[in-house]
């Protein structure tokens, strides 16, 4: 069992379009990390959020953290062919133990 | 800015051999993980050092071994490789413990 769920799994869009890709627990986190993975290569931390309801804007992403600190969204606006990658959420959980990753969503942006 | 450098990129062992994958965090980091993550799968945790001293162990196996040297720098020892070893191995580094972790490039370790 994940500690950490992320869906969909898989999406596939074109270009220009918006999307949402969701990290859900059942346990509470202290802090939440997205990170962003091409293949073969190490994941790139995007951003890290701490505070339950926070929102967090780069560029064209936008993190939420949820209120319960449970969640956690990422949005995308006008999607690029370069936003291509595996995205993969990851945190402590409350306890501060354990680092653990979401499965990730598999993103593709087709021109 | 410098990042997490791991050598090697790229490591071909035959069964039963024995292989040594090595990273260098970024400076001023002190806590290191390590990472298997195998084909399709999210990275999991192998183990990690704080300060030269384990912090936390997860799915490592008993064959595999590692160590922080003075310099910051990790070494993981594998040996009596298998098959299913066979994976992308990533290692980690981060500042004052857990924090976020940044990742290197990761070594991807073929064993035949």
């Known amino acids: 069992t994940q500690l950490l769920e992320q869906s969909p799994q898989f999406l596939s869009i074109q270009e220009g379009e918006n999307l949402t890709v969701y990290c859900n627990s059942s346990?509470?986190?202290?802090?939440l990390q997205w990170y962003r993975q091409e293949p073969g290569e190490g994941p790139v931390l995007l951003v890290t959020v701490v505070t339950g309801g926070e929102v967090k804007k780069l560029k064209r992403l936008t993190f939420q953290f949820g209120d319960a600190r449970k969640d956690s969204s990422l949005h995308i606006t006008a999607a690029q062919t370069g936003d291509t990658g595996l995205y993969l959420c990851a945190g402590y959980d409350n306890y501060g133990q354990n680092f653990v990753f979401g499965p990730g969503t598999r993103l593709s942006v087709l021109p | 800015a410098a990042g997490v450098i791991q050598s090697p990129r790229h490591l071909i062992k035959e069964k039963r051999e024995t292989a040594t994958l090595k990273c260098y965090p970024i400076?001023?980091?002190?806590?290191v993980y390590w990472y298997q993550q195998g084909p399709g799968q999210d990275p999991q945790f192998l183990i990690s050092?704080?300060?030269?001293?384990?912090?936390d162990k997860g799915s490592i196996p008993d064959r595999f071994s590692a160590q922080q040297f003075s310099d910051y720098h990790s070494e993981l020892n594998m040996s009596s490789l298998e098959l299913g070893d066979s994976a992308l191995y990533f290692c980690?580094?981060?500042?004052?413990?857990?924090?976020?972790?940044?990742f290197g490039p990761g070594t991807r370790l073929t064993v035949l």
């Open positions: 400076p001023r980091h002190d806590t």
């Open positions: 980690a580094s981060s500042y004052r413990g857990r924090r976020e972790q940044f």
């Open positions: 346990s509470v986190f202290s802090s």
């Open positions: 050092f704080y300060e030269k001293m384990q912090s």
